[in-house]
């Protein structure tokens, strides 16, 4: 399924967030721990693919929607699903509506209570 595809792909989106690199090895763990088919890593993949090769442009997108919070302050969680819908809609092409009802889903599970309506918001105004 596509939702284990987009989980594996927030996860590594999170880690980076923190180390600033590309993790393979938690990929490829991640892939295992979801078991993840050959079609979903192909997905996952695609995803990541269009973070890490846009990470500036989906970083100022998302900066320049922002308002009210400096970025250091929104929820790293937050923020990582936040990259994943703006990869997902802008390079792979995975029309909006849908890419925001999975992400909300992720938020609901991972994030705090009101985080899916600040993602919303912030996804809104991506174009």
């Given at each position: 399924m596509r939702a284990q595809a987009r989980t594996v792909a927030f996860n590594v989106i999170y880690i980076n967030l923190f180390e600033d690199k590309q993790d393979a090895d938690a990929f490829d763990f991640l892939c295992q721990e979801e078991h993840l088919k050959a079609k979903e890593i192909e997905f996952a993949t695609e995803i990541l693919n269009a973070y890490f090769d846009n990470k500036n442009e989906i970083h100022n997108s998302v900066q320049n929607v922002v308002t009210?919070?400096?970025?250091?302050?929104?929820?790293?969680?937050?923020?990582?699903?936040?990259?994943?819908?703006?990869?997902?809609?802008?390079?792979?092409?995975?029309?909006?509506?849908?890419?925001?009802?999975?992400?909300?889903?992720?938020?609901?599970?991972?994030?705090?209570?009101?985080?899916?309506?600040?993602?919303?918001?912030?996804?809104?105004?991506?174009?």
């Open positions: 009210g919070y400096k970025m250091q302050r929104v929820y790293k969680i937050d923020l990582a699903l936040i990259y994943l819908a703006v990869a997902e809609i802008k390079f792979v092409q995975t029309p909006k509506s849908i890419v925001i009802n999975e992400v909300l889903e992720l938020a609901k599970t991972y994030s705090t209570e009101k985080s899916s309506s600040f993602i919303n918001g912030v996804l809104a105004k991506i174009d």
